[in-house]
C-alpha cells in the first residue's frame, strides 16, 4: 500500500528557530510537494520537486526552503520560525504530472 | 485571489438521502478536477477525478458532474453514509502549465443516523 509519512504529528517551537520538517514516500514517486492548510484557505502549495536537487515554488515559499537529496525524502525548512507560521503541514506524492497526489496524515506545527 | 471555490462550509445530510457538494473555478484553462475526503487527524485520501473532455464520471455512490461553461463542479453521493463524515476537498489543474493543483477550501459534511 502507498504511503507518505511525516516525521511528526505534532510540533511545538520558538519564534526564531530553524525548523526542518521531514516527509518520506515508499512509492518511487518523482514528485513530492508540501502544502500547508489554514482555517478558511484550504490548501496551499509551498514547494514542489520533480526529481532529486529540483525544486519549485508554489504560492506562498516566502519564509521556507526545500531539500530533496534522495528521491525519497523531501524535507521543508523554516529558515527563522514565526508565530504566522503556525499551521498544518502537507507533504504529498505523485507517480507523475497532473495525477492525484498521496498525502500524509500531516504535522501540526506550533510557533510560540 | 481563491480560484477554486466552495461556497458551504458545512453540509449535514441524512442517512440514505443524497449530499451535494459544490465547487466554483475562476480560470478557464482548468481541464482536470479532483475530490479528495479528509478524515480528522488524516491527510486528504483521493476519491475521484474528471476530465473537462467528460460532463460525468461515476464511482460506486459517488459521481462527479462538470458544467464547463458555468466553471462549476459537484460531487454527489448517493446514498450518503455516517462513515461519509468527513471534510472534502475539490482541486483543480491545467495539465498545460504543470503540475500545481489548486485547492477550495473545503465543505465538512455530517451525515445523521
Known amino acids: 500500500d502507498v504511503k507518505v509519512t511525516q516525521s511528526s504529528r505534532y510540533l511545538v517551537k520558538r519564534t526564531g528557530e530553524k525548523v526542518f520538517l521531514e516527509c518520506v514516500q515508499d512509492m518511487d514517486h518523482e514528485n513530492m510537494f508540501w502544502y500547508r492548510q489554514d482555517p478558511g484557505l484550504g490548501l496551499r502549495l509551498i514547494y514542489f520537486?520533480?526529481?532529486?536537487?529540483?525544486?519549485e515554488k508554489g504560492d506562498i515559499p516566502e519564509g521556507y526552503s526545500v531539500s530533496r537529496e534522495k528521491k525519497e525524502r523531501f524535507s521543508l525548512i523554516l529558515e527563522s520560525a514565526s508565530t504566522n507560521q503556525t499551521s498544518m503541514y502537507l507533504c504529498?506524492?505523485?507517480?507523475?504530472?497532473?495525477?492525484?497526489?498521496?498525502f500524509g496524515d500531516g504535522t501540526r506545527l506550533s510557533i510560540l | 485571489d481563491q480560484q477554486v471555490k466552495q461556497n458551504s462550509p458545512s453540509l449535514s445530510v441524512q442517512e440514505g438521502r443524497i449530499s451535494i457538494l459544490n465547487c466554483d473555478y475562476t480560470n478557464s484553462m482548468f481541464d482536470y478536477f479532483l475530490w479528495y475526503k479528509k478524515y480528522p487527524a488524516e491527510g486528504p485520501t483521493f476519491l475521484i477525478s474528471?476530465?473537462?473532455?467528460?460532463d460525468k464520471n461515476e464511482d460506486g455512490r459517488f459521481t462527479v458532474f462538470l458544467n464547463k461553461s458555468a466553471k462549476h463542479l459537484s460531487l454527489h453521493i448517493v446514498p450518503s453514509q455516517p462513515g461519509d463524515s468527513a471534510v472534502y476537498f475539490c482541486a483543480a489543474s491545467a495539465r498545460n502549465t504543470g503540475n500545481q493543483f489548486y485547492f477550495g477550501t473545503g465543505t465538512s459534511l455530517t451525515v445523521i443516523p
Open positions: 474528471i476530465s473537462s473532455i467528460k
Open positions: 504529498a506524492s505523485s507517480s507523475r504530472p497532473g495525477v492525484f497526489q498521496h
Open positions: 520537486s520533480y526529481d532529486v536537487k529540483m525544486k
